[in-house]
């Protein structure tokens, strides 16, 4: 995939990068990339929410990385947590090929780990927009986690991947009864697939 990225797209054109690896997936080999389908689901959350701050748990390659940060403003700030170290080296040289590596800091550890540590470690005080995308039974707990260590304020968006393919049901249980969440289902396919799958969007209330 980054032979892919080296080969096919122009440095320092972010739209480039994305282009070649949704080629790559679907011409070469499926990969889970949040994919061009829910990835303009992505892009009109990202534009419509315009974070300073972004927190995106599972970076895997670095694709949403460079779909968001290609979005933000100049001050703005992408922290984006990776547990696996290959998948985090591949993700830096993505990163740096779409010439996004000053808006992106990307952070080598589990999810559980770091949140709450996001205050002292990188003097957040709270996330306007959280991407879940990473281990499917860390959304619900890593939620409660960002609740508990006051990183999500009033009007703070969550956008989930994947709540119906692989399926994050206790997330979307607790999410969508819960009276501090405000929550919309945007239907789609599972990259690169006709499989169903969806994003959840949900804003915390406070
Ligand atoms: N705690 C913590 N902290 C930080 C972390 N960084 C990484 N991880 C571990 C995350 C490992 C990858 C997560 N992503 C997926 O598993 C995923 C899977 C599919 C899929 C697969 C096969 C199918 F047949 C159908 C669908 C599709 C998707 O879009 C997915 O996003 C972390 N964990
Ligand atoms: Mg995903």
Known sequence: MLAAVQKNATRGDPRSVVKAIDQFCRQKEWAMNVGDEKGCILDSVVTEVNPATVLELGTYCGYSTVRIASLLPSNAKLITLEFNPDYAAIARQVIAWAG????????????????????EKFGIETFDLVFLDHWKDRYLPDTKLMEECGLLRKGSILLADNVICPGTPDYLEYIRNSPRYKSQYFKSHLEYTKVEDGLEKS???G
């Open 203 to 205: 804003v915390f209330l």
């Open 100 to 119: 996004l590596e000053d808006k992106v800091q990307l952070v080598e550890g589990a999810s559980g780990d770091w949140i709450p540590k996001m205050k």
